[in-house]
Nanobody
Framework: QVHLVESGGGLVQPGGSLRLSCAASGSDSSGNAMGWYRQPPGKQRELVATITSGGNTNYADSVKGRFTISRDNAKNTVFLQMNSLKPEDTAVYYC??????????WGKGTLVTVSS
């Protein structure tokens, strides 16, 4: 099992920055691919960024150059550094852990609101 807890969300002005964290725990929490997804109000959940256990990353086009995903394997934690935030980045951000490429675990999410 994997338990994921996101933190770091909040209210930020356009152009500002936030850093999200996702702490993973549980017997199957190590060595998994990790990802951040988001669900804007009234819309479907979408991919933001992923990172493999080896550190390879992938980003949605909408966040390339502004967001950076990283991980600390020793602490079983994944981060999402978000810079140059825009109102359209407003969403609930979810952390996902994927084991063996097929078993997915989700956190409960953290709300990011970008507004002046």
């Amino acid at each position: 099992q994997v338990h994921l807890v996101e933190s770091g969300g909040g209210l930020v002005q356009p152009g500002g920055s936030l850093r999200l964290s996702c702490a993973a725990s549980g017997s199957d929490s190590s060595g998994n691919a990790m990802g951040w997804y988001r669900q804007p109000p009234g819309k479907q959940r979408e991919l933001v960024a992923t990172i493999t256990s080896g550190g390879n990353t992938n980003y949605a086009d909408s966040v390339k150059g502004r967001f950076t995903i990283s991980r600390d394997n020793a602490k079983n934690t994944v981060f999402l550094q978000m810079n140059s935030l825009k109102p359209e980045d407003t969403a609930v951000y979810y952390c996902k852990s994927t084991r063996y490429g097929v078993i997915n675990y989700w956190g409960k999410g953290t709300l990011v609101t970008v507004s002046s």
